[in-house]
């Protein structure tokens, strides 16, 4: 006990030297006071800058350096959290291991459940406004199980027109109200929501020079919190109420693939087919790729496009600083010729 870690991140000098120094920084994370102290080091690690040294890796050893390197930026955001909230993400996967365990274990008597209780929800007349409500809450932050009442809504109601209205209806009017508490009332919060994660913050850049509801349509759709961008959107300055609601209501279709994917579990409770439940399963699998690539290409295209804004600025800058510069010294001696 009471080791040391290094304050420097290690540099991908070569592939065998970078893996080892991985080595040595885990194990420097073994030591429990060097644990306590490891929010103050500088852990964040960027590939890009070392772009050659990492071209020169085999495969396999980009794999086993991206995959220490993601555990360490994990390990060192955990650390940086307050013990409390340590101990409750703790507590909170202890409970999800045993979930699944649970699922795993007793999976065709869950599914059977499941099918049941639905069945039960969908003929009272009672669910669809308590459903709404619910979706309605969820939409602020730090609130969190939009996820989940949106895949119950599938489960309930299916791939149908009655559940995609009645799930978007929810969806856009809990975000517009979140929209709009954090745009008024809570504006400090929703500005520091803005500066809490740096790629929505390089996101809300863009909005701030193009705040169509085709730009915010586009943010709505990368794979941000959904109650997290209703606050954090409201701290963007120069965004509408009225392009915030249209940016909704044009997303809207996102909502068909949760009901998709209740529909499929609902589908896999009723099936007593070994075939057909793995096609469900490989439907819903398939589906949340499908999604959360296209949700990953978004981001990452309109991140390249504030990258290319901010060059341009940049550029601009420092033509326009060269241009004074010039100017000046030709007002101040007036022996200067062109």
Known sequence: MGGTINNTTPNVDNSTNSIDEFDSYFRD???GDAMDNIAA???DLDLDNDFLDVYQMTPRQ???LNLKKSAYNLLNRFYSLPLWQRIILVILGIIQLILMILLLVFHNKILNKLVDVSNELSEKKSTQPILLLLLFIVAFPPLIGYSFLSTATGLLYGVTFHGWILLSFG???GSVASFTAFKTILHSRAEKLVHANRRFEALASILQENESYWMLSLLRLCPFPYSFTNGAIAGIYGISIRNFTIANLITTPKVLIYLFIGSRIKSMGESDSTSSRLFD???IVITMLVFMLTAWLLYYKTKKRYLELRN?????????TTTTTTTSIVASDPSFET
């Open 62 to 64: 980009r794999i086993i």
């Open 171 to 173: 969806t856009v009017c």
């Open 41 to 43: 080091t500088n852990l």
């Open 281 to 283: 399963f490989l439907s």
């Open 312 to 320: 341009f600025d940049g550029q601009h800058q420092r033509s326009t």
């Open 29 to 31: 994370l073994e030591d």
